[in-house]
């Protein structure tokens, strides 16, 4: 073990970090049902595990036909990017809403 291993960030796990992710967008008041969450109906992210990587989507704004913008995530820091993007545009539309 060199002295650069201490600094390493832990290995990626998607099956983990899925399962995180799902915790962290329920807590925001999205449902999820087949890979795709929705808040009132309609979707706004889906994610699903490809290999070594999370394949995740964002929709543009909330619509009956989505718009999406992929991602694919490799590790736990563009992971915390992606909810923290859901986060500010929830609440964007939430305040668009009203």
């Known amino acids: 073990m060199s002295e650069n291993d201490f600094f390493a960030p832990p290995a990626f796990k998607p099956e983990e970090a899925l399962l995180k992710l799902r915790r962290e967008l329920r807590d925001l008041g999205l449902s ?9 109906g309609q979707a ?12 995740l989507a964002l929709v543009k704004r909330p619509a009956r036909t989505p718009e999406w913008v992929g991602k694919t995530v490799k590790d736990h820091a563009q992971l915390r990017d992606f909810v923290a993007t859901l986060k500010k545009n929830l609440s964007g539309w939430s305040d668009g809403d009203e």
Not at 32 to 40: Q, S
Not at 44 to 55: E, F, M, P, S, T
């Open 44 to 55: 706004i992210a889906k994610a699903a595990v490809d290999g070594a990587v999370l394949q």
């Open 32 to 40: 999820e049902r087949a890979g795709v969450f929705e808040r009132k």
